[in-house]
């Protein structure tokens, strides 16, 4: 049996901007994981997942041997990273085989409710980890990272790929994303082979930062699933916004003017919060997560859309009050907030008035650095 792990991530900056081809995120890898156990099977192959509910997925290969079918289940991610890294197999001249996958996960709360790190991305990580090992393709991390990227955006271009690179890669890093629509048109038209080397990859990087070590990252779930997706849509198309923000703000209330110049304030603020980390400027580090929070409250204003909920409000006044900064992580609207405080004491009583408040600590740290990151 192969079992792979990946790790679940939080955003720490730049999101929503980090979507737009080439701007820059901070993210962490956490300590969660999806495991995946595959197994080799004859026939067909079966996936197991508290996701699916009690019957396993179950897929075959068309007449031709290749191509992956199964009844009546949407293309998922799972099924995506396998129908990828199958063509890449399939590419380099290895036989196809079936396998069965048991997937399971701590990133979800005991009643299946997800607390918004990144599951889907580490369910593609660890699939496509899973994979690379039963075939002995031998791929190098940011290979896999790359075929976790053209995996996802067979599903959406809109995802960044930050959490991939995360769930890949380990650690703190600083991310950019590659222009995601070309890459999918070129794996279309070229397949994935020469999707993993063109020139569509310009503009993604990934590099490990490593923050002051006085500060504590604290996080706190607010119980509420929030969909990305839904979120990013809102939030990326102004002309959808128009007709549902006249109904939200009547005659006599001006509508709030657009935010044109959110990515480039958002990469200033990322290549602030790197420089801050790299100087090990505890202080630079605050200030600039607290300018973080600002700016999404005025993309939330200037779209309409609910980043900062009042869950992660409270969140975010509670760790204030007591010295920290902090935010919504990711899409907002629900999921988890952050906070980086200074001291240990400090951090005890702003998890404990989090607690107080309804909002439920999560016992994460950084998840450890898989190894290198190449060159894209
Ligand atoms: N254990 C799992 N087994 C199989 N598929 C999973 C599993 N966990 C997540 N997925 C896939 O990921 C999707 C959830 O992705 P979604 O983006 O909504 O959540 P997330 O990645 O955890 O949260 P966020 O995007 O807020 O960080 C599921 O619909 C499913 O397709
Ligand atoms: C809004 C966005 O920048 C971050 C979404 O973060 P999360 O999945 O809600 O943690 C979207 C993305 O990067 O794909």
Redesign the pocket.
């Known amino acids: 049996m192969i079992e792979t792990r990946a790790p679940g991530k939080l955003f720490i900056a730049g999101e929503y901007a980090v979507v737009g081809p080439g701007q820059p995120a901070v993210l962490i890898a956490v300590d969660r994981c999806?495991t995946v156990r595959l197994t080799e099977s004859e026939g067909a192959g079966r996936i197991h997942?508290?996701?699916y509910g009690q019957a396993p997925v179950i897929w075959r290969r068309e007449d031709d041997g290749e191509h992956i079918i199964v009844d009546e289940r949407p293309f998922?991610?799972?099924l995506s990273a396998i129908s990828t890294v199958e063509e890449l197999r399939s590419g380099r001249g290895a036989s196809p085989r079936y396998f069965d996958l048991e997937?399971s996960?701590e990133?979800n709360d005991a009643d299946g409710r997800?607390f918004?790190?990144?599951?889907?991305?580490a369910?593609t990580v660890a699939t496509i980890a899973a994979l690379d090992e039963f075939y002995r393709l031998g791929l190098t991390l940011t290979e896999r990272f790359k075929l976790a990227v053209l995996a996802t955006i067979a599903i959406s271009t809109k995802a960044s790929g930050g959490?991939l690179a995360a769930s890949t890669f380990g650690g703190w890093i600083r991310y950019s994303s590659p222009d995601r629509a070309a890459l999918h048109a070129h794996r279309e038209a070229h397949g994935v082979v020469s999707a993993m080397s063109c020139e569509q990859w310009a503009g993604c990087s990934a590099r490990r930062v490593t923050p002051p070590s006085s500060l504590d990252l604290l996080v706190g779930w607010t119980g509420t699933p929030?969909?990305?997706e839904h979120l990013v849509t809102r939030v990326h198309t102004p002309s959808e916004r128009s007709d549902e923000a006249s109904s939200e703000h009547s005659e006599s209330t001006p509508k709030p003017a657009p935010l044109v110049s959110f990515a480039a304030e958002s990469h200033t603020l990322v290549d602030d919060l790197v420089a801050a980390f790299d100087a090990d400027d505890a202080e630079a580090s605050l200030t600039t997560i607290r300018s973080v929070r600002a700016l999404l409250r005025r993309l939330s204003d200037s779209t309409g859309s609910l980043i900062e909920t009042e869950a992660l409000h409270d969140l975010c006044e509670i760790a204030e009050t007591h010295g920290a900064a902090a935010k919504p992580s990711?899409?907002g609207g629900g999921?988890c907030g952050i906070a980086l405080a200074h001291s240990h004491s400090e951090a005890q009583t702003i998890l404990s008035g989090w607690e107080a408040a309804g909002i439920r600590p999560l016992d994460l740290g950084a998840h450890r650095e898989e190894g290198e990151i190449d060159e894209f």
């Not at 918004?116 to 991305?121: K, N, Q, R």
């Open positions: 999806i997942s508290s996701e998922d991610y799972v997937i996960s990133l997800k918004g790190l990144g599951s889907s991305a369910v959490d929030a969909s990305t990711g899409a999921d």
